[in-house]
Structures are given as structure tokens and as C-alpha cells.
């Protein structure tokens, strides 16, 4: 399974912006596809961005327009560029190598989490 390491959280103001690093430690880094997720406080784990292998990407409705998701197969790094935050942008965000289930849906490809990166953003 693939080691990934997340940074770049931090504390903003309501507009503000930040850009998420998520280092993986595989040599075939460029075969998956990989996407961000988050989780806040009592709510379930949700994806938010996804980027395949081709570079084809996808967004939850709520970040569309506002967060861009980018991959640098030379560094095995996948980024989360966000913009216009808002507090209920406010969760630990988590990268993963996704897969697609029957219904073409992504997925985790493995159920292995790094320690995620806090982003909090203040009204």
C-alpha cells in the first residue's frame, strides 16, 4: 500500500486561501488516480476533489469553482489549490489512491489513512 503524507493546513479568514501538499511514497505514483477528502467534526468522511491518472478531474458540488485539484508525477505529489474558504470548509483533509466501484463511483483503493491536515477558517 502507498504511504501519503499531507501538509499545508492552517488557520485563515473567511476568503482566504491555502494550497494542500500530499506527498505519496510509491514509484508508480503517476498509474493512480488520487483525490482529497475531508472530515469534520461529526460528519462522515467525504471526497471533494479527484484527479485520475490522465489528469481528468472531478469536485464535490460544494468546493466547484472554488478548490482545484493538481498532480506533480515527478514529485509524487497530488495538491489541493483552495480558494473563497468558507467555515464550513473547516475539517481534517486526507488524501488517497482512489478506484472506481461498479457503479463507476471513486473510492479508496485501500483503507489506509495518513494523519491528515487540519484547515480551519474563521468568519
Known amino acids: 500500500q502507498v504511504q501519503l503524507v499531507e501538509s499545508g493546513g492552517g488557520l485563515v479568514q473567511a476568503g482566504g486561501s491555502l494550497r494542500l501538499s500530499c506527498a505519496a511514497s510509491t514509484s508508480i505514483f503517476e498509474i493512480y488516480a488520487m483525490g482529497w477528502y475531508r472530515q469534520a467534526p461529526g460528519k462522515q468522511r467525504e471526497l471533494v476533489a479527484a484527479?485520475?491518472?490522465?489528469?481528468?478531474?472531478d469536485y464535490a458540488d460544494s468546493v466547484k469553482g472554488r478548490f482545484t485539484i493538481s498532480r506533480d508525477n515527478a514529485k509524487n505529489t497530488v495538491y489541493l489549490q483552495m480558494h473563497n474558504l468558507k467555515p464550513e470548509d473547516t475539517a481534517v483533509y486526507y488524501c488517497n489512491t482512489l478506484r472506481t466501484d461498479y457503479s463507476g463511483r471513486f473510492v479508496p483503493l485501500y483503507d489506509y489513512w495518513g494523519q491528515g491536515t487540519q484547515v480551519s477558517v474563521s468568519s
Open positions: 484527479i485520475t491518472s490522465g489528469g481528468m478531474t
